[in-house]
Antibody
């Protein structure tokens, strides 16, 4: 059974760096082809893909946010970390992590999400 | 960058058919998938690779994709199908979500 859970701060000040952790079970990121993505959703708005890290440490980023995002993984801890620098109130959103199965470009398993508010 | 456009809202009577469109340049040349999201919940995959249903998704959910438009069809819509629906595809090593459609069952 695949599960994912996001953790991190609920409140961040503008210009600070946001660090979110996705802890997962039921699969290994050392398995060929798999990946974990970060996706966010501002209140009342649409889903937005942010980044994805593949099993082989290849990383992909949203072109519009690439300069502010870093994704990394710790295979031994079954964790994926997303950092976002210089946050702004528009970054207020629920942040989800999700599993990408090997060879597939969709997300079958999602975490519960974590709401992050950017405010002074 | 690639964009997917959906109608903001669709209304349907119980038992009737709801069709939700997702438009993007040559979308039919790519795979599309669909997610259902109810208030306060995480998205749930209901259709992948244009037409396939994950285990546990009712048969009343079906999908198609041709030309510039992918379509999610809900046949015999039930009150429990009231939710937001998002299409998604993959283009040039990036994942793209649609603008979302709110389905209201009147």
């Amino acid at each position: 059974q695949i599960t994912l859970k996001e953790s991190g701060p609920t409140l961040v000040k503008p210009t600070q760096t946001l660090t979110l952790t996705c802890t997962f079970s039921g699969f290994s990121l050392s398995t060929s082809g798999g990946g974990v993505a970060w996706i966010r959703q501002p209140p009342g708005k649409a889903l937005e893909w942010l980044a994805l890290i593949y099993w082989d440490d290849d990383k992909r980023y949203s072109p519009s946010l690439k300069s502010s995002l870093t994704i990394s993984k710790d295979t031994s801890k079954n964790q994926v970390v997303l950092t976002m620098t210089n946050v702004d109130p528009v970054d207020t959103a629920t942040y989800y992590c999700a599993h990408r199965r090997s060879g597939q470009n969709y997300f079958h398993y999602w975490g519960q999400g974590t709401l992050v508010t950017v405010s002074s | 960058s690639y964009e997917l456009t959906q109608p903001p809202s669709v209304s349907v009577s119980p038992g009737q058919t709801a069709s939700i469109t997702c438009s993007g340049d040559t979308l039919g040349d790519k795979y599309a998938c669909w997610y259902q999201q109810k208030p306060g919940q995480s998205p749930v995959l209901v259709i992948y690779q244009d037409t396939k249903r994950p285990s546990g998704i009712p048969e009343r959910f079906s999908g198609s994709n041709s030309g510039n438009t992918a379509t999610l069809t809900i046949s015999g819509t039930q009150a429990m199908d009231e939710a937001d629906y998002y299409c998604q595809t993959w283009d040039s090593n990036t994942y793209v979500f649609g603008t979302g459609t709110k389905v209201t069952v009147l």
